[in-house]
């Protein structure tokens, strides 16, 4: 199955540069960039046959990041969506809320940056690329 990352922000400057950093560590999957959930919720749709990894920002206009997750959750055709959850919410309720819903597979703090390419590449270790 073909994977592919899907960065899903609204700021511009922040998907420059997560672009950049993941393509320094991840070679060979290609990333494609989505400024409201509801962008990427129809590429996903659109591309049902992919295996997303998938980093959203929670606070974005016309779809955020927890409606994504819902919309993603509710599909009636069968998807393969690994949700990192990448924001700069420091509300420790948005880290118990992602962490308990099962489609979400991490919570990482912006901005993402080494470490956090790091650590997110070990637990990468036990799910391969």
Known sequence: MAKEILLIDDDAITNFLNQNLIEQK???????????????????????????????????????????????????????????VLTSSINPGDRERANGLPNVDSFIEKPLDELAMESFMVAKLKKPL
């Not at 999957?29 to 996903?44: A, T």
């Not at 927890?66 to 919309?71: K, L, Q, S, V």
């Open 26 to 84: 991840i070679k060979g999957i290609p990333i494609s960039i989505f400024y409201n959930g509801l962008e990427g919720l129809k590429y996903i749709k659109n591309n049902p046959d992919k295996h997303y990894i998938v980093f959203l920002d929670i606070n974005m206009p016309v779809m955020n990041g927890w409606e994504f997750i819902e919309a993603v959750d509710s599909l009636t055709v069968e998807t393969n969506v690994e949700i990192h």
